[in-house]
């Protein structure tokens, strides 16, 4: 498959490039994504003003469980496969959660209660673009104002990254996991 938009070549402007290299770890070119958007450095740098990387209200495994799910309802595997190439293991994700994440349920057994709170927040806020208020109420019971919002704000800002991923038809990344077959 070819992407729809080709990739900007470098050299980039030195504030995308200085992104670029603060993003990717050593011995990573740039990913497709990010050289397709430096094609308009505006957009690049929304995108990237954008992102919740940093070091917020949710631990790393509780972000990777929003963004992994919310791609794979998404059936992004270009934007699964980059963060679990690059989280999986440091979050302690394995082969039943990776299954869990894209085919399974808040049900399946991997998971803590906390956690089929966010695989639930997940599925209802793809599914109805909104929150009931049992589960607000549960989700409240467990995080603060700011990391429900967090929560939100990154199931919504990974959805808009699966929109441009599959739109796009971005090729998937050399080194990146892809979906999981759905029966082990």
């Given at each position: 498959m070819?992407a729809?938009?080709?990739?900007a070549?470098?050299p980039f402007?030195?504030d995308?490039?200085?992104l670029?290299s603060?993003?990717?770890?050593?011995?990573?070119?740039?990913l497709?994504?990010?050289?397709?958007l430096?094609?308009?450095?505006?957009?690049?740098?929304?995108i990237?003003?954008?992102g919740?990387l940093?070091r917020g209200h949710?631990t790393?495994?509780?972000?990777e469980?929003v963004?992994d799910?919310?791609t794979?309802?998404c059936r992004?595997e270009?934007?699964?496969?980059?963060h679990?190439s690059?989280f999986?293991?440091?979050?302690?994700?394995g082969?039943e959660?990776?299954?869990s994440?894209?085919?399974?349920?808040?049900?399946?057994?991997c998971?803590?209660d906390?956690?089929r709170?966010l695989i639930?927040?997940?599925d209802?806020?793809h599914?109805?673009?909104s929150?009931?208020d049992?589960?607000?109420?549960?989700?409240?019971?467990?995080?603060?104002e700011?990391?429900?919002?967090?929560l939100?704000?990154l199931?919504?800002?990974y959805?808009?990254?699966?929109?441009?991923t599959?739109?796009?038809?971005l090729?998937l990344?050399?080194?990146?996991a892809r979906?999981?077959?759905?029966?082990?």
């Amino acid at each position: 498959m070819t992407a729809r938009i080709a990739p900007a070549v470098a050299p980039f402007a030195e504030d995308v490039q200085a992104l670029m290299s603060r993003t990717m770890p050593p011995g990573f070119a740039p990913l497709v994504l990010f050289t397709t958007l430096a094609r308009d450095e505006r957009l690049f740098r929304k995108i990237f003003a954008g992102g919740l990387l940093d070091r917020g209200h949710l631990t790393l495994r509780q972000r990777e469980i929003v963004i992994d799910r919310t791609t794979a309802l998404c059936r992004s595997e270009y934007e699964w496969g980059v963060h679990v190439s690059f989280f999986a293991a440091r979050v302690g994700f394995g082969d039943e959660h990776l299954r869990s994440l894209v085919h399974g349920s808040a049900e399946d057994a991997c998971w803590s209660d906390g956690e089929r709170l966010l695989i639930r927040m997940c599925d209802e806020v793809h599914a109805t673009c909104s929150l009931g208020d049992e589960l607000w109420a549960a989700l409240r019971a467990e995080h603060t104002e700011p990391a429900v919002l967090e929560l939100l704000m990154l199931a919504g800002f990974y959805r808009t990254i699966a929109y441009l991923t599959n739109a796009l038809q971005l090729p998937l990344e050399p080194f990146a996991a892809r979906f999981p077959a759905t029966k082990a």
